[in-house]
């Protein structure tokens, strides 16, 4: 029996669905309604469990050393950006509250623009700063000041 | 009805309002023509800034996204060769061929006059149909909602592309998502295991925009490195000069194309999460089918572009019919729509058009003035939304993914919204790369909680579970919702079984 990705996923699914109808249990029944809160979610869970279980046996079924074409797919050439830009994110987020907006945008686009497509002149240098410093200061000027919308101020910085 | 569409369409005419909406034309027009934007995301980046406007300032911004979008991408398409977004696909097809002949600007013209014409034919759809099928939905209880969600998801998850199961688990997560936090009945918590940050449950428009945001710009980032469909040296020359009479009168000599292409649009759109990929491709296949000359599609000819721009407009009329009617979206733009009308304290649904008179018909009167707002975008400035659609990734993707994070923060003013767009980011780009659609998932998201609020009053006013089939409405809606479900069985099984007989057995 060979498990494609389309099967570990149906296992996984299946696992998650099962563990939150267990926990599903657990929530108290309310005292004025025929059905309690875990009612509604019992019926979603148990549909999904039997979704993922239904993913895992066609997976199987399909014999994926076979049906090259529904299964794994080759990363594409760019594909190792992908968990670098998620991290660059990631970090842009922590330091939000610390840094604050402008700081941190300016420090974000900083990083993203150069990792997504690395400047290989000093013109293209001064590109990537001025639009990040623009960035910032922009989006922060028009949001603040005329849309009213407050962004984060940062803990350590206070602005 | 045509006194208020006449007051709201002198207010829209405000500066007030109609700048937003000349505004998110624009944006919707540019966030069209750029490959790799799609109408969801230009709408994605407007969000933030419609939470300072008054709801009508926001609504008619973002119906000015939704109607430049979907005509924006007809520029690239024509004049590239590279649909600026899924809804202007079918227009390369004839828009290309024609440019690249000498006629880059009938090509182009065409685009936009028929997409003017289909949209309009959507409006007057829109203003004629929504009342009536609202006060039809007024009439329903809540086992006929409940009936009536079931039959949109089950519709979603049928027609997703590649696998049926797929869908149906898409559909599963959007409706596990809804359920964090307190049940809406009781107010118990719910899977939040203790957690602070889980106990408010996931903020929706958060969820939408990583999602989203997040699957489209790292698919776009990962594809970075492959070789452009297009080089500067496939780019059309010429001028984009033309006739209008002759281009106007090119579309109307054509009433059976331009209104069946519109009817079809229209349908598509009221269907919901089907969306204006579907309703281009569609549209343009019935005009091949009922052409005289179907050999003469793909070549250049003129009914191929008139199909499928009309269509695609008139899907947006479709989409806006389905939300301001029954309150369920017609797809992913929509969806943030209904996000926004959220923000403002706006109720969605049947009462929406009754209770909300003066903005309803200010949409309506929005979407009726974006058309030639659009028209005189794309006469002023279609050359220059060429360059700006060549803009570079590692520009736009930063400025975009700023905007996300303001959108998620100013929900709440916290940070939770953002740390939640972290999270389904990577929940939705790791959905495309293992290509589950994205769409039932967003009903899920959005429908989960109108599905159990009315499954229990439902079942507080007659334990009879019956009552969901014998009563009539409820009974066809869920009869339709499985008819849907076994013919999309059908059509997998079909599909799976020739392309068993046509590939070769190495």
Redesign the interface.
Known sequence: MRVG??GV?GLI?TAL?LG?LV??LS??Q?PL?????????RI??G??AL??V??FI?DVMANRAESS??GEVQ?????W??PL??GI??A??FL??ILGYRLA?IL??LA???A??WPTTIRAWATVIA??VA??LV?HL??ER???????RGSLTGW | MLELLGNALLTIMQWKYLLPLFLGTLMGVIGGAIPGVTITLTIIILL??T???DPLQGLAAMTGVYVGGSAGGLITASLLGIPGTPSAIATTFDGFPMARAGEPGRAVWLGIWASCFGGLIGGLFLVLVTGPLAAIALQFGPWEYFSLFILALAMVAGLAE??M??G??SA??G??IA?FGN?P??G?P??TFGSDFLSGGFPFLPVLIGIFAFSQ??TD??????PKAARASDQVKGSLRVSHLKVIGEIISRPFLLLWTTIVGIAIGVLPAIGGSAANMLAYDQAKKFSPHPERFGKGTPEGIIASESANNANVGGSLVTIMAFGIPGDAVTAVMLGAMTIHGIQSGPLFVSQNAELAYGIYAAYILAHPLMVLIMAVAAVIMLRISQV????L???V???C??GA??VN?T?NG??V??IF??VG?ALVR??FPLAPLILGLILGEQ??LN??RA??TD?NLWLFITRPISGGLLLVALVSVVLSIWQHVRHARR?ATVEPDF
């Open positions: 990705r389309d996923i699914v669905s939150l926990q599903s929530l108290p309310l309604t025929p059905i309690g809160p875990g009612f509604y979610p979603v869970l549909l999904l979704a993922g239904v993913l066609q074409t529904d990363s594409p050439p760019g594909f950006r992908v830009l998620f994110v990631a842009y987020i939000l509250p945008t974000f686009v993203l623009m150069p997504i497509e639009i990040s960035t910032s989006s028009a949001f005329y849309l009213l919308v407050l962004l984060p | 933030p800034f939470f300072g406007l590649g696998s199961t797929k149906l688990i599963g997560i409706l596990l359920m049940d009945v009781g118990i719910r899977f710009i790292m980032v990962e594809n970075l490195s492959r570079k990734l590692s520009i993707a930063p400025v993914l700023v905007l994070v303001i923060y100013a003013n940070m953002v740390y767009l972290l980011g990577v780009y293992t290509r599905i159990e499954l229990i079942i507080m334990d392309t």
